[in-house]
């Protein structure tokens, strides 16, 4: 069973960068297909980004489209989440997710139902 562990959180100014980690372990990280995912209290959970096992197929939310950049290293067991061009409105907990499920289209890929294992989150806060 994977074990997930993000980081890399914390305050920014609007407009700045900040690049979140998730490092696995206790699985092979190669055969999870891993999402990022982000929560605000009081709403849903929202998926933000998502990366296919090799690198192949990238997804995002129409809202980060273009600012934010997710990408894994298999020899490192770690996938990221580049985000620039930071708003206040990207305020949330960050959660990193792995499934192991496979032929996952886009429609699945947004749905944190599909998710199997996920970290504890790591809190990003941006200031106006």
């Known amino acids: 069973q994977v074990q997930l562990a993000e980081s890399g959180g914390g305050l920014v100014q609007a407009g700045g960068s900040l690049r979140l980690s998730c490092a696995t372990s206790?699985?092979?990280?190669?055969?999870?297909?891993m999402g990022w995912f982000r929560q605000v209290p009081g709403k849903e959970r929202e998926f933000v980004a998502s990366?296919?096992?090799?690198?192949?197929?990238?997804y995002y939310a129409d809202s980060v489209k273009g600012r934010f950049t997710c990408s894994r290293d298999n020899a490192k067991n770690t996938v990221y989440l580049q985000m620039n061009s930071l708003k206040p409105e990207d305020t949330a907990v960050y959660y990193c997710?792995?499934?192991?499920?496979?032929?996952?289209?886009?429609?699945?890929?947004?749905?944190?139902?599909?998710?199997?294992?996920w970290g504890q989150g790591t809190q990003v806060t941006v200031s106006s």
């Open positions: 990366v296919s096992r090799h690198s192949t197929t990238t």
């Open positions: 206790g699985g092979t990280f190669s055969t999870y297909f």
């Open positions: 997710a792995a499934t192991r499920r496979m032929g996952i289209t886009q429609a699945m890929a947004v749905r944190d139902t599909l998710y199997d294992y």
